[in-house]
């Protein structure tokens, strides 16, 4: 955790769980309506790779938030987590 604090990662991993999300929002329903021609495994595989990769960036995220030196690495990224965090609920909540 220490190495993660001095090397400032915590950035980055916001940076990723963000750029997913938006590429899960916007590039991913593209991919799985058919306008790019792929079969069904393919389909199924790169949704299961997506959202594996934004569970697991998002479990490591909530172990280091658990501590208060890296809640307050984060800055003003903490605002962009709460947004994303927000979004992520009001989409549950929608459906």
């Not at 959202?51 to 800055?75: G, K, Q, R, T």
Request: glycine share 2%; proline share 1%; net charge negative.
């Amino acid at each position: 955790m220490k190495i993660l604090l001095i090397l400032k990662k915590v950035h980055v991993l916001i940076n990723e769980i963000l750029c997913i999300s938006t590429w899960r929002q916007e590039i991913l329903p593209k991919l799985m309506t058919g306008e790019v021609n792929k079969d069904l495994m393919e389909k199924s595989y790169l949704l299961y790779i997506i959202l594996y990769h934004e569970s697991v960036v998002i479990s490591l995220l909530e172990v280091l938030l658990f501590h208060a030196e890296m809640c307050a690495a984060l800055e003003d990224l903490a605002i962009e987590l709460v947004d994303y965090c927000a979004a992520e609920i009001t989409q549950l909540i929608s459906q």
